[in-house]
């Protein structure tokens, strides 16, 4: 099928099987653009979690990365969450298996575990905290105002961004994303001398040279706010360039450039375009909606250890907007 006849089918199979679509800002555009033109959502790892959550549609679709659909079906196990393509994963997740994991948290019994939402259902139940980009410094910053110790798997530059931020006492997983990885310091300075005017947006899974070069660092959604508040018509743009669609469609009259990943070191992954996000098209959506293949499952008891540290994780940034973060919902560990 043609892609606007995929685009059509899509949109009727969406209706008829009441089913809607919680897309990430990484995957193609046609599958951001469709998501918002059906009534699902285009967001951040986050708000996909608490969207999915709180939709009355009894199918969601998550075109994105495996933890994402697994989140969401742990999130609400009484959906049907499917997903274009289940082979889509993440090197945070792969990076970090679940008996290695269990064998470093035993190593530090006295700490917080905190773990990055990119991980497995099995990383996630054995957490204390489950944090994405857009709220991670937030958090560890209450728990280390409480006097708490945090073990942080599995994206080493988040966690070393976190510490530096928030001089909390952490301990750190070694794992990286193979996308932001591979952005590089010394290009990127060369670039901002091509263009000086430039403002600088990084995801702080990027090393921390190359944090030390933004001007904002933030999770997707993060880096949209700041190219439409920040005062500067250029932007060079450190993450996944599935970003800059969103980018460039809300700010047509900005001008948004890649950040450089060729150069000293450059490896054949280096692209800015994960693979496993890509894996996500129009042909694999129509075949689960129509079909009902490719269903996210995830066993229903470590689902419900697995949703204690992701329900924290919303129950803090939903009263942190409505601006009342209390003590009560940082609890010590043991006392959850
Ligand atoms: P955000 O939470 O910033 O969207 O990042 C999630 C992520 O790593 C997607 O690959
Ligand atoms: Fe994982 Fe990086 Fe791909 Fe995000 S962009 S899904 S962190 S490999």
């Given at each position: 099928m043609e892609r606007q006849a995929l685009m059509e089918r899509a949109r009727t199979l969406l209706k008829e099987k009441n089913a809607v679509m919680v897309s990430h800002y990484y995957v193609h555009p046609d599958l951001q653009d469709l998501a918002e033109a059906t009534g699902g959502i285009v967001s951040d790892s986050l708000?996909?979690?608490?969207?999915?959550?709180d939709h009355v549609a009894q199918t969601l679709v998550?075109?994105?990365?495996?933890?994402?659909?697994?989140?969401?079906?742990?999130?609400?196990?009484?959906?049907?969450?499917?997903?274009?393509?289940l082979d889509a994963t993440c090197s945070l997740d792969l990076g970090c298996p679940i008996a290695e994991f269990n064998a470093f948290c035993d190593a530090y019994p006295d700490r917080t575990v905190v773990?990055?939402?990119?991980?497995?259902?099995?990383?996630?139940?054995?957490?204390?905290?489950?944090?994405?980009?857009?709220?991670?410094?937030?958090?560890?910053?209450?728990?280390?105002?409480?006097?708490?110790?945090?073990?942080?798997?599995?994206?080493?530059?988040?966690?070393?961004?976190?510490?530096?931020?928030?001089?909390?006492d952490m301990v750190l997983?070694?794992?990286?994303?193979?996308?932001?990885?591979?952005?590089?310091?010394?290009?990127?300075?060369?670039?901002?001398?091509?263009?000086?005017?430039?403002?600088?947006?990084?995801?702080?899974e990027s090393p921390a040279d190359v944090i030390a070069l933004a001007d904002?660092?933030?999770?997707?959604?993060?880096?949209?706010?700041?190219?439409?508040?920040?005062?500067?018509?250029?932007?060079?743009?450190?993450?996944?360039?599935?970003?800059?669609?969103?980018?460039?469609?809300?700010?047509?009259?900005?001008?948004?450039?890649?950040?450089?990943t060729s150069g000293n070191s450059a490896t054949c992954k280096s692209c800015a375009h994960c693979p496993w996000m890509a894996m996500n098209g129009l042909a694999g959506l129509v075949h689960v909606l129509e079909t009902g293949a490719n269903e996210v499952q995830v066993d229903p008891a470590l689902g419900q250890l697995a949703r204690r540290?992701?329900?924290?994780?919303?129950?803090?940034?939903?009263?942190?907007?409505?601006?009342?973060?209390?003590?009560?919902?940082?609890?010590?560990?043991?006392?959850?």
């Amino acid at each position: 099928m043609e892609r606007q006849a995929l685009m059509e089918r899509a949109r009727t199979l969406l209706k008829e099987k009441n089913a809607v679509m919680v897309s990430h800002y990484y995957v193609h555009p046609d599958l951001q653009d469709l998501a918002e033109a059906t009534g699902g959502i285009v967001s951040d790892s986050l708000e996909m979690a608490r969207f999915g959550r709180d939709h009355v549609a009894q199918t969601l679709v998550v075109s994105g990365v495996r933890f994402m659909g697994e989140t969401a079906k742990i999130l609400s196990p009484e959906k049907r969450v499917l997903m274009p393509d289940l082979d889509a994963t993440c090197s945070l997740d792969l990076g970090c298996p679940i008996a290695e994991f269990n064998a470093f948290c035993d190593a530090y019994p006295d700490r917080t575990v905190v773990v990055y939402a990119n991980t497995s259902a099995a990383v996630k139940a054995r957490a204390d905290w489950l944090v994405t980009s857009s709220c991670a410094l937030d958090i560890v910053r209450a728990l280390k105002d409480q006097g708490q110790k945090i073990l942080w798997a599995p994206d080493r530059h988040l966690g070393n961004y976190i510490q530096r931020e928030t001089g909390a006492d952490m301990v750190l997983w070694n794992g990286a994303c193979i996308v932001h990885d591979e952005f590089k310091a010394f290009e990127l300075e060369a670039l901002k001398k091509e263009h000086p005017q430039a403002k600088v947006l990084v995801h702080p899974e990027s090393p921390a040279d190359v944090i030390a070069l933004a001007d904002a660092v933030g999770s997707t959604s993060g880096i949209l706010t700041a190219a439409r508040t920040l005062d500067a018509r250029e932007f060079i743009v450190a993450t996944d360039n599935g970003m800059l669609h969103k980018l460039r469609t809300l700010n047509p009259d900005k001008v948004f450039i890649e950040a450089p990943t060729s150069g000293n070191s450059a490896t054949c992954k280096s692209c800015a375009h994960c693979p496993w996000m890509a894996m996500n098209g129009l042909a694999g959506l129509v075949h689960v909606l129509e079909t009902g293949a490719n269903e996210v499952q995830v066993d229903p008891a470590l689902g419900q250890l697995a949703r204690r540290p992701i329900d924290r994780m919303l129950a803090f940034t939903h009263a942190q907007r409505a601006g009342k973060v209390s003590a009560g919902l940082v609890p010590h560990i043991g006392a959850a």
